[in-house]
């Protein structure tokens, strides 16, 4: 009896097909191997260093950062955010009736899974939605009014830790997962993903930038960006990202853009919000 | 007599060269439009796996930008170069869609 079994067993195991580790949806584990990758490679830059991007890597990128940091370029956009972020709609209802604690240093929980819609929703999506079921048209993705939104509410989260849930929800694995495989992901004519810069290169130039690390990546969005000469979002840093590598990007808060934002801020957890942020 | 028929040579010889000129440019505009039609669905193939190239685009515009002056000979070139491109964001794509996988940090 025990050999039929054993024999039973032997043979299940041989039928069954094999599972390796890159066919599974882990994020615990995902996080766990992110971190130590990072941290290992990087003993000297304290953790919560790593959302100052490039400056954690770069002494000198980092004095001028702290100069021009003193006048930051993204201020006229905190002001213009603030003043939109508590300007009614013609209906009379304003952007903090949408949010929990009324929109206020809540950035930290973004994006996130939303059942009912089976999507991410990024804080940008949930501003446009917030928008347009109070009659007002839906902002432009990329910059102008929507990252001056986003800038005004990162402000009012700095120093908030990610807390990025991920449900046990098949379908919010699913959009982890999807957004996993964007980010490691080769594309374009030149044949990068996102990973050849931000986990092959982080500190390497390329031409005069400084790449910055992965982790963290997301937490100082959106930024002033001194080569767009403005502020942008994290849709536009992605586009710019594409454009790059000579890829036809994709549409701004598409789907997939989603969820490498909700992979990229899952790998961020604990970390704090350091947006609105200033780049070269 | 003699006149008449130098006359009507030269006639035939410049009906007969209007006529090959004719149909070596009506080749060419076919030759064309089959061009770019291949280059187009290939593009179109890579779209639908999210995975254009923006040199492609570029080569397509200026193929019709090259079309559209009657030069066909730079269009086709232009055409063919799109198509190769195009393919080879499809095959990147479906390179990708398993090699993305060891590159993952473990």
Known sequence: ?280 | MIVHMRALSRLVVVLTATGLATAALAASADDFKAAYARAEAAENQAGALKNQWTTTDTELKAAKKAADVGNFGEAIKHAQEAEALANASIAQAKEQATAWKNAVIR
Not at chain 1, 20 to 34: G, L, M, Q, R, T
Not at chain 1, 212 to 228: F, H
Not at chain 1, 249 to 256: I, M, W
Request: net charge positive; proline share 8%; charged share 25%.
């Open chain 1, 1 to 280: 009896m025990r050999r039929a079994i054993l024999l039973a067993l032997a043979l299940f195991c041989l039928a069954a097909p094999p599972v390796s580790a890159a066919d599974s949806v882990n994020p615990k584990a995902d996080f766990k191997a992110f971190r130590a990758y990072f941290t290992k490679r990087f003993p000297k830059v304290p953790l919560n260093d790593f959302v100052n991007g490039p400056y954690s890597m770069n002494a000198d990128l980092r004095k001028q950062w702290v100069e021009i940091d003193a006048f930051p370029p993204y201020q006229f956009a905190l002001d213009k955010g603030k003043q939109m972020f508590e300007t009614p709609f013609k209906n009379g209802k304003a952007y903090a009736d949408c949010f929990a604690n009324k929109g206020i240093g809540i950035r930290q929980s973004y994006p996130y899974f939303d059942a009912k819609s089976g999507e991410v929703i990024t804080l940008d999506v949930a501003l446009n939605e917030c928008r347009q079921t109070n009659g007002e048209e839906p902002l432009d993705y990329t910059k102008d009014d929507m990252a001056a939104l986003t800038a005004y509410m990162a402000f009012t989260s700095r120093g908030k830790p990610f807390d990025i849930k991920i449900p046990n929800d098949p379908r919010a694995l699913a959009a982890y997962r999807k957004g996993e495989e964007y980010f490691y992901t080769r594309r374009g004519q030149l044949n990068f993903s996102c990973a050849s810069c931000h986990v092959q290169s982080p500190g390497d130039h390329i031409r005069t930038e400084v790449l910055a690390p992965a982790l963290g990546i997301v937490a100082a969005l959106p930024i002033y960006r001194s080569e767009w000469g403005g502020m942008g979002t994290t849709s536009r840093r992605l586009i710019t990202c594409n454009s790059q590598v000579r890829g036809v990007p994709l549409k701004p808060e598409d789907e997939l853009y989603r969820d490498v934002e909700y992979y990229l801020s899952y790998m961020s957890n604990g970390l704090p919000i350091s947006g609105p942020g200033a780049r070269p």
